[in-house]
């Protein structure tokens, strides 16, 4: 499991030391298009700090992950599809299928979606 900065794909790309189809930026996130994407829009929006899941989150880290989700209703609705409905979705650890360990709101969005998700 990729825990430290120096090994995180994620603080590559923030770094720009990795290329990636970045869509936002601004002072605590970058948004970059996900490499595999699940709808017609998959952006995964990243705090520029190192946290490697969602248990490892500290009081000091609180309004970094509303910045997430504000970035997350900007780009949907620059998209068009604000009003119709998206999907904000962010995995914890192994079992809810988090495979990069940098938290990370996925967004999706540009067609229906299920629930439960699988
Ligand atoms: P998760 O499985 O929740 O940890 O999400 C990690 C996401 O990062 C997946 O949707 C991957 O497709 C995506 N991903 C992995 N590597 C890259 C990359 N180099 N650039 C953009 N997205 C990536
Ligand atoms: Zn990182």
Redesign the pocket.
């Known amino acids: 499991m990729l825990r430290r900065m120096s090994d995180c794909?994620f603080c590559k790309?923030v770094a720009k030391q990795?290329p990636?189809r970045v869509v936002h930026e601004d002072a605590d996130t970058v948004a970059?298009?996900?490499?595999?994407p699940?709808a017609p829009t998959?952006v995964?929006i990243v705090p520029r700090k190192h946290v490697p899941t969602l248990n490892d989150l500290g009081p000091e880290d609180e309004a970094a992950l509303g910045k997430l989700h504000r970035v997350a209703a900007k780009i949907a609705q620059d998209r068009g599809f604000a009003a119709e409905g998206w999907r904000a979705v962010m995995?914890c650890n192994r079992a809810a299928?988090?495979?990069?360990f940098h938290i990370?709101l996925?967004l999706l969005g540009g067609r229906a979606f299920g629930w439960p998700p699988g």
């Open positions: 794909l790309i990795l990636a970059f298009e996900d490499i595999h699940q998959h995964v995995n299928g988090q495979t990069v990370h996925h």
